[in-house]
């Protein structure tokens, strides 16, 4: 345990790799902090504050745990029910609503982005939904998943709680409604959450989310919000092994940061780190039909919206400019303009006026005029563009199917995939070629728990840094459990199911 640190000093890890301190980490260290080595992000300053009030929380929520083992499902289905009732309250929402503003004005102030920050009748309305969907579910834990009959005895594969699970999570208040269905299964959560959202998630955990664990007997720590809106906080959490599963929402080097911190202590990890969805045009496509699939797969930005269009070279001339058509309508449904970044090599495909010609693009940081088409380098074909309400889309005009799967595989990051084809071959080929876990024949847009499974999603995975082991890419409160196995002798005389 360093009490100080040296500007200049350098800090060698146990596989040789080398770290100088700078002098602003120096100045910020303190007695008690610590510093961790990290290839992609230097060195990592977690102050012992945020170690802290970290190390408390899960205490509190391992604690809540244990406890949660001698509550009944039923009162599990009472938290979903009061949970609901609380947001379906118009006096706890407007307060809610109010609190959010303050901290939509602030992100705003930033030049940050507002796209999922912002609660909505929409957001309230899918929170209860999902409450709901968790209180009408069927109990996930105590299941008999598989019996094996032996001659003197038998074997039990029996599921039960997996334990503390951790999420972190920027500005998505949603995601404390939709995360309780770990609950379900007699599993306790804990967030953190990022500065742009705190005091939304802290209004609803004190006007509705705590109030209702407490009505319904189940621990008032079952769901922990983390007191800190530090980046430290969310290493901190990561980096405590007594998580059963780390869950990252959100995008970019963070998540892909936090996944690592977990890893690195042996915990499993549920993140995608980068999205965008990919939509390949085979020369069979129906015009008609991929409009409508660009149209619905641009409705907002979010990790499955289309990113990455592949238009198969034979029918380009007579499918890009529908794909435009169905860009175009997606912007002017959001009252936008769009943005299009042309692949070298694929801009004879575009009119030239798209070069020549500016528009109005909605940024984060407001209102940007730029042209509405510029090329691209072929290898950054698979960068996810952050757009707030101009749809923003990269396209690349490929030889062959094969070609656009190649070049998936190569650049994308790997989440979701659809053929617009009209070829059943095609579509078979596909789904055996293409490396995804999300896979169809249409809009980009389905990859969704609630949308597709009927179920609030904790997280999404995709397969960028490998494919997950015993379960799908979706992560659902009635996905979070271990099994546990159960000897039976028959000379006990007990009943064998």
Same mark, same amino acid.
Request: charged content about 20%; some cysteine.
């Given at each position: 345990?360093?009490?100080?640190?040296?500007?200049?000093?350098? +800090?060698?890890?146990?596989?040789?790799?080398?770290?100088?301190?700078?002098?602003?980490?120096?100045?910020?260290?303190?007695?008690?902090?610590?510093?961790?080595?990290?290839?992609?992000?230097?060195?990592?300053?977690?102050?012992?504050?945020?170690?802290?009030?970290?190390?408390?929380?899960?205490?509190?929520?391992?604690?809540?745990?244990?406890?949660?083992?001698?509550?009944?499902? #039923?009162?599990?289905? #009472?938290?979903?029910?009061?949970?609901?009732?609380?947001?379906?309250?118009?006096?706890?929402?407007?307060? +809610?609503?109010?609190?959010?503003?303050? #901290?939509?004005?602030?992100?705003?102030?930033?030049?940050?982005?507002?796209?999922?920050?912002?609660?909505?009748?929409?957001?309230?309305?899918?929170?209860?939904?999902?409450?709901?969907?968790?209180?009408?579910?069927?109990?996930?834990?105590?299941? +008999?998943?598989?019996?094996?009959?032996?001659?003197?005895?038998?074997?039990?594969?029996?599921?039960?709680?997996?334990?503390?699970?951790?999420?972190?999570?920027?500005?998505?208040?949603?995601?404390?409604?939709?995360?309780?269905?770990?609950?379900?299964?007699?599993?306790?959560?804990?967030?953190?959450?990022?500065?742009?959202?705190?005091?939304?998630?802290?209004?609803?955990?004190?006007?509705?989310?705590?109030?209702?664990?407490?009505?319904?007997?189940?621990?008032?720590?079952?769901?922990?919000?983390?007191?800190?809106?530090?980046?430290?906080?969310?290493?901190?959490?990561?980096?405590?092994?007594?998580?059963?599963?780390?869950?990252? !929402?959100?995008?970019?080097?963070?998540?892909?940061?936090?996944?690592?911190?977990?890893?690195?202590?042996?915990?499993?990890?549920?993140?995608?780190?980068?999205?965008?969805?990919?939509? +390949?045009?085979?020369?069979?496509?129906?015009?008609?039909?991929?409009?409508?699939?660009?149209?619905?797969?641009?409705?907002?930005?979010?990790?499955?919206?289309?990113?990455?269009?592949?238009?198969?070279?034979?029918?380009?001339?007579?499918?890009?400019?529908?794909?435009?058509?169905?860009?175009?309508?997606?912007?002017?449904?959001?009252?936008?303009?769009? !943005?299009?970044?042309?692949?070298?090599?694929?801009?004879?495909?575009?009119?030239?006026?798209?070069?020549?010609?500016?528009?109005?693009?909605?940024?984060?940081?407001?209102?940007?005029?730029?042209?509405?088409?510029?090329?691209?380098?072929?290898?950054?074909?698979?960068?996810?563009?952050?757009?707030?309400?101009?749809?923003?889309?990269?396209?690349?005009?490929?030889?062959?199917?094969?070609?656009?799967?190649?070049?998936?595989?190569?650049?994308?990051?790997?989440?979701?995939?659809?053929?617009?084809?009209?070829?059943?071959?095609?579509?078979?080929?596909?789904?055996?070629?293409? #490396?995804?876990?999300?896979?169809?024949?249409?809009?980009?847009?389905?990859?969704?728990?609630?949308?597709?499974?009927?179920?609030?999603?904790?997280?999404?995975?995709?397969?960028?840094?490998?494919?997950?082991?015993?379960?799908?890419?979706?992560?659902?409160?009635?996905?979070?459990?271990?099994?546990?196995?159960?000897?039976?002798?028959?000379?006990?005389?007990?009943? !064998?199911?």
């Amino acid at each position: 345990m360093l009490n100080e640190l040296e500007p200049d000093s350098l +800090i060698v890890t146990t596989s040789g790799e080398t770290f100088r301190v700078s002098k602003a980490l120096a100045q910020a260290f303190q007695p008690g902090d610590l510093v961790i080595p990290n290839s992609q992000h230097g060195l990592l300053h977690l102050a012992n504050k945020e170690r802290q009030i970290v190390d408390t929380a899960v205490s509190q929520s391992l604690e809540a745990f244990a406890t949660m083992q001698q509550v009944t499902d #039923d009162q599990v289905t #009472d938290f979903f029910n009061a949970f609901c009732d609380a947001l379906k309250s118009e006096k706890i929402w407007r307060s +809610i609503e109010r609190i959010n503003q303050k #901290d939509v004005a602030k992100a705003k102030a930033k030049g940050r982005s507002t796209t999922r920050l912002q609660v909505s009748e929409n957001m309230r309305a899918s929170m209860i939904d999902g409450l709901r969907e968790w209180a009408e579910s069927k109990p996930s834990r105590n299941s +008999i998943v598989e019996t094996i009959d032996h001659d003197h005895f038998q074997i039990q594969l029996e599921t039960s709680a997996l334990g503390v699970v951790g999420f972190v999570f920027e500005g998505r208040p949603n995601v404390l409604a939709d995360a309780c269905g770990v609950l379900r299964g007699g599993n306790t959560a804990i967030f953190r959450i990022g500065s742009d959202a705190l005091q939304t998630a802290q209004a609803m955990m004190e006007l509705a989310l705590r109030p209702s664990l407490v009505r319904s007997g189940l621990p008032e720590d079952a769901i922990v919000l983390v007191d800190s809106s530090a980046h430290a906080a969310g290493w901190a959490l990561f980096l405590d092994s007594r998580l059963a599963l780390a869950v990252a !929402r959100g995008s970019g080097e963070s998540v892909e940061l936090l996944g690592s911190l977990a890893r690195s202590v042996g915990t499993p990890v549920s993140l995608h780190g980068t999205g965008g969805g990919w939509m +390949i045009v085979a020369d069979t496509a129906v015009p008609e039909i991929l409009r409508q699939c660009v149209i619905a797969s641009l409705d907002r930005k979010v990790c499955n919206t289309l990113n990455t269009c592949c238009v198969v070279a034979s029918k380009a001339n007579e499918l890009v400019p529908v794909l435009l058509e169905g860009l175009n309508k997606a912007a002017a449904n959001l009252g936008q303009e769009y !943005r299009l970044h042309v692949a070298e090599g694929s801009e004879a495909f575009i009119s030239g006026g798209a070069f020549n010609r500016k528009v109005t693009i909605h940024r984060a940081d407001g209102q940007h005029e730029e042209f509405q088409a510029s090329t691209l380098p072929v290898g950054d074909i698979g960068r996810e563009w952050e757009w707030e309400t101009s749809p923003e889309i990269t396209l690349i005009v490929v030889q062959s199917l094969e070609e656009a799967i190649d070049l998936f595989n190569a650049h994308s990051p790997r989440l979701v995939a659809s053929l617009i084809s009209n070829d059943e071959q095609e579509h078979q080929h596909f789904y055996q070629r293409v #490396d995804a876990p999300f896979i169809g024949d249409n809009h980009t847009r389905w990859v969704d728990g609630q949308r597709a499974l009927n179920k609030p999603e904790l997280g999404l995975s995709n397969w960028a840094n490998g494919r997950l082991f015993g379960r799908h890419a979706i992560l659902t409160g009635d996905s979070v459990y271990t099994v546990r196995t159960r000897y039976i002798d028959a000379s006990t005389g007990r009943s !064998r199911t």
